[in-house]
């Protein structure tokens, strides 16, 4: 009991990593803590001959060749091997975010991320990319920077689609948001479920008109902090993701992602209707709805429909009068983008 206090509620932390500067209350907390920064996993399964740091761990898979899993979710009847897996997992039925930030109010299940996102208010960057000298908030940032940057290393990959990744966490929310068909999140706007709080919560930013933070360059808005921090990169001509083969920038890794498959052709959402490949999950989904006859999309003011949010909004300019894309040609004026792009195709490029 005393020990637990200490752990829990002792802001003394005296025993220090010499690899990672994490401190601990207790001189064994600090022990068991270095076999992670060693290569030493002296307890192997032998089944498979994976082994392990802790004995802890070897117990616990070894329940996954067995299928025998002592704590099971009353919701959904999924099994796990110890009971903190459990309470964590059950925040996903109940939206349980204990984990408050005292800064911002943003709340997490795991006491770790709010770590993590504290970062964020101090702007602390403590762990350092020896090979690029860039700066990250957490380890395991820096740990998924140098697998996927410097050495292009994924060695966890989805057993339903063979896709690799670099982390484990990124192998489960991959698994979660493509093949789970647990997706307790579900929208009270437009009813779209999904399996991570994380995608529910940037979905229903989506819904609100306001758009709280501002470019001091350009004075452009944005509804979340991400998308505005990607844009101010633009300002700087700063793109950390480049394509290997043809050298251009991007601002997200998931972006680069999908650049990539123009180069290799790669086409991994397919249509379980006409089996027609996308490049993309939204461009998968937009298609569906050609099978599924839904037009999700009205217009307030003639209640047309339309598949796309996209479409709807160059319909939403008949409404008005207001044409603001010009053509530098002509000054013939649009009121669509889309519009201004063809005309100037059409009729503009043979008089250049």
């Not at 009971?83 to 005292?102: A, I, N, W």
């Not at 700087?236 to 601002?251: A, R, T, W």
């Amino acid at each position: 009991m005393k020990e637990h206090y200490q752990r829990v509620h002792c802001e003394v932390r005296p025993f220090k990593c010499d690899v990672c500067n994490k401190s601990f209350v207790t001189r064994s907390d600090l022990k068991r803590h270095k076999i992670l920064h060693s290569n030493d996993r002296p307890y192997h399964c032998d089944v498979c001959n994976m082994s392990f740091h802790y004995l802890r761990a070897l117990k616990g898979h070894m329940f996954m060749h067995n299928n025998d899993y002592p704590y099971t979710c009353s919701f959904c009847g999924k099994g796990f091997c110890f009971q903190s897996t459990l309470t964590r997992h059950l925040r996903v039925h109940t939206g349980e975010r204990p984990y408050v930030c005292d800064v911002c109010g943003n709340s997490f299940t795991e006491k770790n991320s709010l770590k993590s996102h504290q970062h964020v208010h101090s702007e602390e960057r403590p762990y350092i990319c020896d090979v690029c000298k860039n700066s990250f908030s957490d380890q395991s940032g820096l740990k998924s920077h140098l697998k996927r940057i410097h050495r292009r290393e994924c060695p966890h990959s989805c057993d339903v689609c063979k896709k690799a990744f670099v982390s484990k966490i990124e192998l489960k929310y991959h698994i979660q948001r493509m093949h789970d068909e647990v997706r307790p999140f579900r929208c009270d706007v437009c009813n779209k479920t999904f399996a991570v709080h994380k995608d529910f919560k940037g979905h229903k930013i989506l819904h609100t008109k306001g758009r709280p933070y501002h470019c001091d360059v350009c004075n452009m808005s944005f509804r979340c902090p991400t998308t505005l921090k990607g844009h101010m990169l633009k300002h700087n001509n700063d793109y950390p993701y480049s394509c290997d083969l043809c050298g251009k920038g991007f601002i997200f890794q998931s972006k680069l992602n999908e650049h990539m498959r123009t180069h290799t052709g790669e086409r991994p959402y397919i249509c379980n209707v006409c089996d027609k490949s996308f490049t993309m999950r939204r461009a998968l989904n937009r298609h569906h709805l050609i099978h599924t006859g839904e037009r999700p999309h009205i217009c307030d003011v003639c209640r047309k429909s339309f598949r796309d949010k996209g479409t709807l909004i160059i319909h939403q300019v008949t409404h008005t009068e207001e044409r603001p894309f010009v053509c530098d040609a002509c000054n013939k004026s649009f009121g669509c983008r889309t519009h201004l792009r063809k005309h100037f195709s059409l009729c503009c490029t043979k008089h250049l």
